[in-house]
């Protein structure tokens, strides 16, 4: 068997040591946290635009209708992050482990993801128009849409996922695996150019192709 050629993501792993455990909401926006642990934190509602978190953790933390527009997440671990709204427009990750995550509409367009990993966990819409993906994972995860319109791929791979929409509208991908996962339907099929697909996925892609450049199927 010929070895693929799709390269996969480079995840660095998130390495924490002696984390300060915080219990408190004391937090505004343009606050630098480092060396931190926040376990069951409601955190709903704050306006925390242009929060950093650097080397933290956060357990069972709750971010409904947080403003996080801006924020900046590095070398930073999250395990059952809840938000039925998440707002985190122009926010920057990197090097971040998320598991067992829980968000109904995710805000992150014009973002910038970069060595990220969800691991687990539902998703409503995710929303990543016009945002820069380098080396992200998501696995294991149910994500009822998952915008990328406009968006940048470098090294992204979907595992064992169930995804009802994928919107690739206008999208620059390269070494985008999609192999494992399941969708129901993808919108801007064009913009998988530099995706890979395995036999079952692209039997059914087929109609759709058909339907794009106007092929009729006749038996």
């Known amino acids: 068997m010929a070895k693929?050629?799709?390269?996969?993501?480079?995840?660095?792993?998130?390495?924490?040591?002696?984390?300060?455990?915080?219990?408190?909401?004391?937090?505004?926006?343009?606050?630098?946290?480092?060396?931190?642990?926040?376990?069951?934190?409601?955190?709903?509602?704050?306006?925390?635009?242009?929060?950093?978190?650097?080397?933290?953790?956060?357990?069972?933390?709750?971010?409904?209708e947080t403003q996080l527009r801006g924020a900046r997440f590095t070398d930073c671990r999250f395990e059952e992050l809840y938000a039925p709204v998440f707002r985190a427009a122009r926010s920057s990750w990197r090097d971040i482990e998320l598991t067992r995550t829980r968000l109904g509409s995710a805000e992150l367009f014009d973002s910038a993801l970069q060595s990220v990993h969800f691991d687990g966990g539902k998703l409503g819409y995710m929303n990543l128009r016009s945002s820069k993906l380098t080396d992200v994972l998501i696995s294991d995860c149910i994500i009822d849409e998952l915008d990328l319109s406009g968006a940048c791929g470098l090294r992204v791979a979907l595992q064992n996922c169930r995804i009802g929409t994928l919107d690739v509208t206008h999208a620059v991908l390269k070494d985008f695996d999609l192999r494992s996962s399941e969708f129901s339907m993808i919108r801007g099929v064009g913009g998988l150019k530099g995706a890979t697909v395995d036999d079952y996925q692209l039997n059914l892609l087929a109609p759709i192709l058909a339907e794009q450049l106007g092929i009729r199927v006749e038996g």
Do not use: K
Not at 28 to 44: A, F, K, P
């Open 4 to 64: 693929s050629a799709t390269a996969a993501p480079r995840l660095d792993p998130v390495r924490l040591a002696n984390l300060e455990d915080l219990d408190s909401a004391d937090l505004l926006s343009g606050d630098n946290c480092e060396g931190q642990r926040y376990t069951t934190v409601q955190l709903d509602g704050l306006d925390l635009t242009g929060i950093t978190f650097l080397e933290c953790e956060l357990l069972s933390v709750a971010l409904n």
